[in-house]
């Protein structure tokens, strides 16, 4: 079974996701997804190793680093004292796009504890392109009350999956074939908005990384390759010659044989072993591990177990932060199927039993919110986004014939997490 858990580093939360036994495979994503986009992968190890993918600082459930815009030595420093939380000494590491870059600087940081590098698409980019994509690139990402900047988002998706960088729409840039993959959108969309602006920092980190020069330095045993179609394709040859150790594979691998060579590398050595069963986790930000799955659960400081409502509302602490009233429940939990428990589909009795609390039910008397269909043109974005925000001005949020009085409307940063909390909830189906 799948594990999820946080590790709480410096009071600021890293979001991990682990599975299998045996030897440690440590992986990291792309840009702007989570390990949720690791998870296929994962499965495919497990028989043979222990996989643990973390959301690196700032994406997915993941709290961004304190300061903003960071080289990519900040984020590899954080994942490593989190690789220590969680008891590991010596493992293989993977990295994919920005996670290869980040992967890079880890194993230059402690090669003793590197036993073999596999980098799965590596951007090396020169200057020119540096200064193209530092400047057009890392568009302003934050919330509008509006919403508009969810259309801005859409609209860079689209653009991405007919041209590379999104901003050059020219003949020489377009992709062939175009990657008009819906549910591909779908989970680039959720990572983007799950990051915020801070998707600017990792990407700014990685397009700034000297992916050249650091592959130089590299004394660990280390793998390039691409899959069929990967954007990063044409940067293999930019990595000839880097370093002679570097093992190159110079062509993208059809999917079967990408998963074989990947297999195959693990393979080659050992690393120290362990449990996903046996990894510790976080207090405040928990999984509790039920027959449906891991169920997350935010801590509070009062007593019993409170069921949150199903219906659309701001989130002013985070999809994973307690709601302001900490101290009414020990435990606060999304029911199953909603938030941060939409793909768990959970016994609320047996959770309670676990726990040893008595439930209580938040007040939820309002219709669900349903998406409706979700299509290319991105209106499902625009739908629940005012779903929450009706909330603010009407109770229950979809009878606008009872207006209450508005509050917390300048709590932008609550509204986008009530927003992602119900996107979540409607898209899960297509999100893993």
């Not at 994919?96 to 880890?106: D, K, Q, R, V, W």
């Not at 941060?340 to 040893?356: C, M, P, R, W, Y």
């Amino acid at each position: 079974m799948m594990r999820r858990g946080f590790v709480n580093h410096q009071g600021r939360f890293l979001h991990w996701r682990a599975v299998g036994e045996g030897p440690v495979v440590v992986l990291l994503h792309e840009s702007p997804r989570s390990s949720a986009s690791l998870v296929p992968l994962m499965h495919d190890l497990s028989q043979d190793y222990c996989c643990i993918a973390f959301d690196t600082p700032g994406y997915g459930a993941s709290d961004p680093l304190v300061d903003r815009f960071l080289p990519i030595s900040e984020f590899s420093d954080t994942l490593l004292d989190a690789i220590s939380s969680l008891g590991i000494d010596r493992f293989h590491l993977y990295g994919s796009h920005t996670g290869a870059a980040i992967a890079t600087e880890l194993a230059l940081r402690v090669p003793d504890r590197v036993t073999s590098l596999l980098l799965d698409g590596m951007a090396i980019f020169s200057s020119e392109e540096q200064q193209s994509l530092l400047s057009r690139y890392l568009l302003p990402q934050a919330a509008e009350w509006d919403g508009s900047h969810l259309m801005r988002i859409w609209s860079r998706i689209r653009d991405q999956a007919l041209f590379f960088p999104f901003y050059d729409r020219s003949l020489t840039s377009r992709l062939d074939p175009p990657k008009q993959d819906l549910e591909f959108m779908l989970r680039t969309c959720v990572g983007f908005l799950e990051a915020g602006d801070h998707y600017r920092d990792g990407y700014q980190a990685a397009i700034a990384f000297d992916a050249r020069q650091k592959l130089a330095a590299l004394s660990v045993p280390a793998r390039l390759h691409v899959v069929e179609n990967d954007l990063l394709t044409g940067h293999l040859s930019r990595a000839e010659g880097a370093n002679s150790a570097l093992e190159i594979e110079s062509s993208p691998l059809r999917r079967d044989a990408w998963l074989s060579q990947t297999k195959e590398w693990f393979a080659q050595r050992d690393s120290s072993a362990k449990s996903a069963a046996s990894l510790p986790q976080a207090t405040k930000r928990h999984f509790i591990d039920m027959n449906a799955g891991p169920v997350f659960l935010s801590a509070g400081s009062g007593e019993g177990m409170l069921i949150r409502a199903v219906s659309p509302g701001i989130r002013p602490a985070g999809m994973y932060g307690p709601p302001s009233d900490a101290g009414s429940a020990k435990w606060f939990v999304d029911p199953p199927g909603f938030g941060t428990n939409a793909n768990t589909d959970f016994d609320i009795e047996q959770l309670g039993t676990a726990l040893s609390c008595k439930i209580t039910f938040e007040h939820q008397d309002a219709a669900v919110f349903e998406c409706g269909d979700v299509g290319f043109d991105g209106s499902f974005l625009i739908k629940s986004w005012f779903a929450v925000r009706d909330s603010l001005f009407f109770e229950p949020w979809c009878d606008y014939e009872n207006p209450v009085f508005a509050k917390d409307t300048d709590d932008i940063d609550g509204l986008s997490a009530g927003h992602l909390t119900l996107l979540k909830t409607a898209l899960s189906p297509l999100l893993e």
